[in-house]
């Protein structure tokens, strides 16, 4: 993925009305489904404008995997179905991410 234009961020609203702020890392298509790889946008301090550090061990800070479905004619980001589904395309971006690291 190309970082020419700088990173794409997306806001996702959950079943509770909560928003998020996710920078899109990756997409694959598998099985003529599209996932999509995503980290939770790190924080700005309001008043400095500087990153807020994240703790990598917080449960809500990782790797957010989703697909793209189609609900009356209009594309919206959805959960995983199975941990299986999940397990499979986990390793297929950890494979895709570990060979850019070697390039």
Do not use: Q, W
Not at 29 to 46: M, Q, S
Not at 66 to 77: C, N, S
Not at 87 to 99: G, W
Request: aromatic fraction near 10%; glycine fraction near 6%; proline fraction near 3%.
């Amino acid at each position: 993925m190309s970082e020419a234009f700088g990173p794409d961020f997306i806001t996702i609203t959950d079943e509770d009305g909560n928003e998020f702020e996710l920078e899109l890392v990756d997409t694959l298509e598998h099985n003529g489904v599209v996932y999509c790889a995503l980290f939770p946008a790190v924080a700005e301090d309001e008043e400095t404008g500087e990153p807020v550090d994240v703790d990598a061990d917080d449960e809500d800070y990782g790797l957010v995997i989703m697909k793209i479905v189609e609900e009356d004619g209009e594309e919206l980001f959805s959960t995983l179905d199975s941990d299986e589904e999940l397990d499979e395309v986990y390793n297929l971006f950890m494979e895709r991410f570990f060979e850019e690291e070697d390039e």
